[in-house]
Nanobody, 126 residues
Framework: QVQLVESGGGLVQAGGSLRLSCAAS????????MGWFRQAPGKEREFVAA????????SYADSMKGRFAISRDRAKNQVFLQMNSLKPEDTAVYYC???????????????????WGQGTQVTVSS
């Protein structure tokens, strides 16, 4: 059974940092793109960042550029999201997802990813 498990969420003050981790099991995700999405209360799930199969290519939503960094350890089937300079508007449940393809879609959508974790809560206080 394919399983993605996120960890590393929590409560942090504005300006602080968090590092989210996603551990994948059930099959190898070494050859698929991976991504992070988030969903705030009352809002749709939105794209945060993605990384291609090799880790050589990344993509970010505009509001995360320069603050967030996605990385992966293919050997350990793990994906990470380093979040710096956090803002209260970053408060959301963050989800790890495995893509359908090896590359990053031009405009990543939830439908481009076919395996999802349960999410980890990130709360940024002002």
């Amino acid at each position: 059974q394919v399983q993605l498990v996120e960890s590393g969420g929590g409560l942090v003050q504005a300006g602080g940092s968090l590092r989210l981790s996603c551990a994948a099991s059930g099959r190898s995700f070494s050859w698929t793109a991976m991504g992070w999405f988030r969903q705030a209360p009352g809002k749709e799930r939105e794209f945060v960042a993605a990384i291609n199969w090799s880790g050589a290519s990344t993509s970010y939503a505009d509001s995360m550029k320069g603050r967030f960094a996605i990385s992966r350890d293919r050997a350990k089937n793990q994906v990470f999201l380093q979040m710096n300079s956090l803002k209260p508007e970053d408060t959301a449940v963050y989800y790890c997802a495995a893509g359908r393809e090896s590359g990053i879609p031009t405009l990543p959508q939830t439908t481009d990813f076919d395996s999802w974790g349960q999410g980890t809560q990130v709360t940024v206080s002002s």
